[in-house]
């Protein structure tokens, strides 16, 4: 059941409902000298996150609790989630909502969508959002496919090979049996050379897809290669971290014309891998070809505002084979979650997040690679995280942290077989020096012990 504190005026109230002038005078009953009369010994308040952290560890000491600290990323990332976003989010009316299908149905739905809509626009810059895909690779591909609708090009998609290699399987799948060529260009260093994108895009090139930060946690050049995109008549899909917006510049700063990202961080939990969040916002120019839901605001028939889905004859109910997209839904109660997580947040608050994980981050990288048998594999700037190489078999390794209590990070092989002795560590503002620390030592440990 849910807890929400009494007001002073709603105690007011109940206590003139029975006659009474002070919450005192309820134990008026209780002889006085079995009343505790003395000031309690309450140690001073805890933020949020402090108390959230207090309890997990009271919490932890329950036999058979998983008391494994989270290091790991890729594109799940087990961020701070404020306590407003579970109590919103739970109610009713929320959570057993479904996608609107009537453009008029369910306003609070279509009021929290649009609310959704707007956050997105304030934090990637763009013009427009829709009301969110299915989760971040799905939200790659679709903007592939808008940029091969709204170009009219027909003959590649030039990806960056520091794109989340899953993302890039995704979007070749969705291509194998169509026209255009995927054409990927190799990280060298952890980043993309933007000179090795211009050669790679051709008169017929659709888009140029990027990451930033990349799949490593490095930080790319993205306006150099926005501006050789542009010059090639090629748009520019850039995939994000939404909570590094919180610190790194805007996407309209440096060229993009389509904006998405993974929604997981903003207020979702990570849950064992899904179901997650995708985002994608783009220019004005783009929006008739834009898939999925999108939200309009209206006034009704006696004047008052309210909320309608739009552009529907863009869909696959209504366009069929001529739609813009297979997608005709969107991820409504995750968006939702965002939605308040971005509004409890602020501007302020996404960007401590996005300041303590870069901050901690960069110190976890400086005390593994203190490590003896580990060291930074790449030198150039990065978010939260970062790849560190190993001495001996990462596989093992990461099995060994995990009997130490530590999820240690992700192994790198199984995507890139150049880099099989790679591992990528994420941290998030979660992370204390403390576990920092701790991770540090297991892995110390872990390499004496194989």
Same mark, same amino acid.
């Given at each position: 059941?849910?807890?929400?504190?009494? #007001?002073?005026?709603?105690?007011?109230?109940?206590?003139?409902?029975? /006659?009474?002038?002070?919450? !005192?005078?309820?134990?008026?009953?209780?002889?006085?000298?079995?009343?505790?009369?003395?000031?309690?010994?309450?140690?001073?308040?805890?933020?949020?996150?402090?108390? #959230?952290?207090?309890?997990?560890?009271?919490?932890?000491?329950?036999?058979?609790?998983?008391?494994?600290?989270?290091?790991?990323?890729?594109?799940?990332? =087990?961020?701070?989630?404020?306590?407003?976003? =579970?109590?919103?989010?739970?109610?009713?009316?929320?959570?057993?909502?479904?996608?609107?299908?009537?453009? @008029?149905?369910?306003?609070?739905?279509?009021?929290?969508?649009? @609310?959704?809509?707007?956050?997105?626009?304030?934090?990637?810059?763009?013009?427009?959002?829709?009301?969110?895909?299915?989760?971040?690779?799905?939200?790659?591909?679709?903007?592939?496919?808008?940029?091969?609708?709204?170009?009219?090009?027909?003959?590649?998609?030039?990806?960056?090979?520091?794109?989340?290699?899953?993302?890039?399987?995704?979007?070749?799948?969705?291509?194998?049996?169509?026209?255009?060529?995927? *054409?990927? %260009?190799?990280?060298? =260093?952890?980043?993309?050379?933007?000179?090795?994108?211009? !050669?790679?895009?051709?008169?017929?090139?659709?888009?140029? $897809?990027?990451?930033?930060?990349?799949?490593?946690?490095?930080?790319?050049?993205?306006?150099?290669?926005?501006?050789?995109?542009? !010059?090639?008549?090629?748009?520019?899909?850039?995939? $994000?971290?939404?909570?590094?917006?919180?610190?790194?510049?805007?996407?309209?700063?440096?060229?993009?014309?389509?904006?998405?990202?993974?929604?997981?961080?903003?207020?979702?939990?990570?849950?064992?891998?899904?179901?997650?969040?995708?985002?994608?916002?783009?220019?004005?120019?783009?929006?008739?070809?834009?898939? /999925?839901?999108?939200?309009?605001?209206?006034?009704?028939?006696?004047?008052?505002?309210?909320? *309608?889905?739009?552009?529907?004859?863009?869909?696959?109910?209504?366009?069929? @084979?001529?739609?813009?997209?297979?997608?005709?839904?969107?991820?409504?109660?995750?968006?939702?979650?965002?939605?308040?997580?971005?509004?409890?947040?602020?501007?302020?608050?996404?960007?401590?997040?996005?300041?303590?994980? #870069?901050?901690?981050?960069?110190?976890?990288?400086?005390?593994?690679?203190? %490590?003896?048998?580990?060291?930074?594999?790449?030198?150039?700037?990065?978010?939260?995280?970062? *790849?560190?190489?190993?001495?001996? =078999?990462?596989?093992?390794?990461?099995?060994? %942290?995990?009997?130490?209590?530590?999820?240690?990070? *992700?192994?790198?092989?199984?995507?890139?077989? @150049?880099?099989?002795?790679?591992?990528?560590?994420?941290?998030?503002?979660?992370?204390?020096?403390?576990?920092?620390?701790?991770?540090?030592?297991?892995?110390?440990?872990?390499?004496?012990?194989?």
């Amino acid at each position: 059941m849910a807890y929400i504190a009494n #007001t002073p005026d709603d105690v007011r109230v109940m206590l003139d409902a029975i /006659g009474l002038d002070s919450i !005192e005078q309820l134990f008026d009953m209780i002889p006085r000298e079995y009343r505790l009369d003395r000031p309690l010994n309450v140690a001073p308040a805890l933020t949020e996150f402090e108390l #959230t952290s207090r309890i997990g560890g009271l919490l932890a000491l329950n036999q058979g609790a998983d008391q494994r600290v989270c290091f790991l990323g890729a594109g799940s990332y =087990d961020h701070f989630i404020p306590a407003v976003v =579970d109590a919103l989010a739970s109610r009713g009316e929320f959570y057993t909502a479904y996608t609107p299908y009537q453009p @008029e149905a369910s306003q609070g739905t279509l009021q929290a969508t649009f @609310e959704y809509q707007t956050l997105i626009t304030q934090i990637t810059g763009m013009d427009v959002s829709n009301a969110s895909l299915y989760d971040g690779g799905s939200a790659v591909t679709e903007a592939a496919l808008m940029a091969l609708a709204v170009t009219r090009r027909f003959g590649r998609i030039v990806v960056a090979g520091s794109v989340h290699p899953e993302y890039r399987q995704i979007l070749a799948t969705y291509l194998e049996h169509l026209d255009p060529e995927v *054409v990927t %260009v190799p990280a060298v =260093d952890g980043k993309v050379d933007p000179k090795a994108i211009a !050669e790679a895009i051709t008169p017929d090139t659709a888009a140029v $897809v990027i990451q930033q930060p990349n799949f490593f946690g490095e930080l790319e050049d993205v306006e150099a290669v926005a501006k050789t995109a542009h !010059e090639k008549g090629a748009t520019v899909i850039v995939s $994000v971290d939404p909570i590094s917006l919180g610190l790194l510049r805007r996407p309209d700063t440096y060229g993009a014309d389509v904006v998405v990202a993974e929604g997981q961080g903003l207020g979702n939990p990570m849950s064992f891998g899904g179901p997650y969040l995708g985002i994608l916002a783009c220019r004005q120019e783009y929006l008739r070809k834009m898939p /999925g839901r999108i939200v309009g605001e209206t006034t009704d028939r006696n004047g008052k505002r309210c909320w *309608v889905l739009t552009l529907q004859t863009r869909e696959q109910h209504i366009r069929r @084979e001529k739609a813009t997209s297979n997608i005709c839904t969107n991820q409504g109660l995750l968006a939702l979650r965002a939605s308040i997580y971005l509004a409890a947040m602020g501007p302020r608050g996404l960007r401590e997040a996005a300041e303590l994980s #870069t901050r901690k981050a960069h110190y976890a990288a400086e005390v593994l690679g203190a %490590v003896e048998g580990l060291k930074l594999a790449f030198p150039g700037p990065f978010f939260k995280e970062f *790849v560190i190489r190993c001495s001996k =078999d990462p596989r093992a390794l990461l099995a060994e %942290v995990g009997k130490l209590g530590y999820h240690g990070g *992700v192994w790198l092989g199984r995507w890139y077989p @150049e880099m099989a002795d790679g591992i990528l560590v994420a941290v998030t503002e979660k992370r204390s020096r403390a576990e920092i620390d701790g991770l540090a030592a297991a892995y110390q440990r872990a390499l004496e012990s194989i």
